[in-house]
């Protein structure tokens, strides 16, 4: 009797165990589960983060602190300059093509950099749809961003950053009256290492940069864009008006 | 004996088990206050950029009570060439006096466009630094901004420890900043008197002044070079090695 119970004591105490063990078990991988949320959360910070850095350094000219923030093989594309290819290529094209890294005097460059759109994908990779609003110089400029960044070693880098612009305008006259068409791969030194991903003509033209993401709520990706008349036009059927 | 030994076994089978549940258990625990910890620093942080946007929508429409209130009590303002104004009473008193009564005003706009925030929550949790931007329609006149104010975190709730806003450009709206600038303001511009002098000394657009960036370069860890005082400004030093 003193035996059977002693077994039945045993067994009780060995399934107890195993369901707190079972217990223990599911509350590990939720925790596991939270934390890469967290991780997430905590990443969509940081690559929102990313645009503003570039920015303020633009804004004072800082070129080496700008092209710091690339990927050893990141890539630059502003406006129709064409490709720059790697961090240190980036560097020259912001030292040698916009000027001496420092403010000056006489000189405004305000990037103010609006409407982050971010979104995370499961390798380690984000996209950001962003937007500068431009005072430089003696001129307007207004650009959309769709950047392309990397977490390296855990830390978020530029991997990709284009800007086509949208529009080019002299500050006096305003953008009614006088605008400057796109740049080209030679309106000023140095040169690129790639032509344009796109051609296209800034405003009074228009341009359509891809959207990266779907409707939010649909799910539907943008339509296909239709080139025409130097730009790429989305949702536009041939003949419409 | 066997009853013994039984009993021994029934010992092993439930105390070791046991124990290391309860190791297991610690480690969850910690894992747990980790988790904690990191959700607490997401909730600051956007607690952190909510309060530049919180201040500018009080100064658009003048409401200087609720915008002293966001300071703590020995909370300081320094805007534009002004001075210091040290603590909340102060601060009121800068922002009733100074620029007028409480409310809006017919044929006055004025909007602080505030953008860009970049926002570090430091390592004790308690304290935070916010770099942001306002693009001002003021009046008759555009003036553009940075911040780079401190926060502090008091009984659970985060406030303005450091108000400072240095003026990039003053300008008339209707030349345009191109053709006519407005200096910089100094602190006997107008009433009242700051209680120190400003904490540093620089001339707006069409000349330059870099505000400190309060934070390293992301990626490469490297603070910025130290400033070169010159012309009444900080500037940056040109990295000679490029």
Not at chain 1, 77 to 87: A, L, N, P, S
Not at chain 1, 163 to 175: I, L, R, T
Not at chain 2, 117 to 129: F, Q, R, S
Not at chain 2, 182 to 206: E, G, H, I
Request: overall charge negative; hydrophobic content about 35%; charged content about 25%.
């Amino acid at each position: 009797m003193l035996r059977k119970l002693l077994i039945w004591g045993l067994c009780m105490g060995a399934a107890s165990a195993a369901a707190h063990a079972d217990e223990l078990d599911d509350v590990k991988a939720s925790l596991e589960k939270l934390t890469d949320r967290i991780e997430r959360i905590q990443d969509f910070s940081e690559v929102e983060k990313l645009p503003r850095y570039y920015s303020y350094y633009v804004d004072k000219a800082q070129w080496r602190s700008v092209a710091d923030l690339f990927a050893e093989d990141g890539t630059l594309e502003i406006g129709g300059r064409g490709v720059f290819v790697g961090r240190e290529r980036a560097f020259e094209y912001l030292v040698t093509g916009l000027g001496p890294i420092g403010p000056r005097d006489g000189i405004i460059i305000d990037h103010q950099n609006l409407d982050p759109l971010t979104t995370l994908h499961d390798d380690g990779t984000a996209e950001v749809r962003a937007i500068a609003f431009v005072m430089g110089g003696n001129g307007w400029g207004h650009v959309y961003y769709e950047n392309d960044y990397v977490k390296e070693d855990g830390v978020w880098k530029i991997k990709t950053l284009h800007g086509p612009f949208n529009m080019y305008a002299s500050y006096k006259e305003g953008w009614i009256d006088h605008v400057v068409i796109n740049t080209y791969p030679e309106k000023f030194p140095p040169p690129p290492d790639l032509p344009p991903s796109v051609i296209y003509l800034t405003y009074p033209s228009y341009y359509v940069e891809p959207f990266h993401y779907p409707n939010p709520v649909t799910g539907n990706p943008m339509p296909k864009p239709d080139p025409a008349a130097g730009g790429l036009a989305y949702g536009k059927k041939k003949g419409e008006g | 004996m066997p009853g013994r030994l039984l009993t021994v076994a029934l010992l092993l089978s439930v105390a070791v088990p046991a124990m290391a549940r309860a190791n297991e258990l610690d480690e969850v625990r910690a894992s747990l206050d980790a988790l904690t910890d990191r959700i607490e620093r997401i909730q600051d942080f956007s607690e952190v950029e909510k309060l530049p946007r919180y201040y500018s929508y009080y100064v658009d429409k003048a409401q200087w009570r609720s915008v002293a209130d966001l300071f703590a009590e020995d909370g300081v303002l320094e805007i534009g060439g002004r001075g210091l104004f040290v603590g909340r009473e102060r601060a009121f008193e800068y922002l009733r006096v100074g620029l007028g009564p409480i409310g809006p005003r017919d044929g006055i706009i004025i909007d602080h466009q505030n953008f860009q925030p970049l926002t570090t929550i430091h390592e004790d949790g308690k304290t935070a630094e916010t770099r942001a931007i306002a693009f001002v329609m003021g009046g008759t006149g555009w003036g553009h901004n940075y911040y780079e104010n401190d926060y502090v975190k008091e009984d659970g709730v985060w406030k303005m420890k450091f108000l400072h806003g240095p003026f990039n450009m003053y300008a008339s709206y209707k030349e345009g900043w191109v053709d006519h600038t407005t200096v910089n303001t100094w602190p006997a511009k107008f009433p009242p008197p700051p209680d120190l002098p400003p904490s540093v000394m620089y001339l707006t657009y069409p000349n330059y002044y870099v505000e400190l960036f309060h934070y390293p370069n992301p990626v490469t860890g490297r603070p910025m070079p130290a400033p070169d005082p010159r012309a009444g400004a900080l500037a940056y030093e040109q990295d000679k090695s490029e």
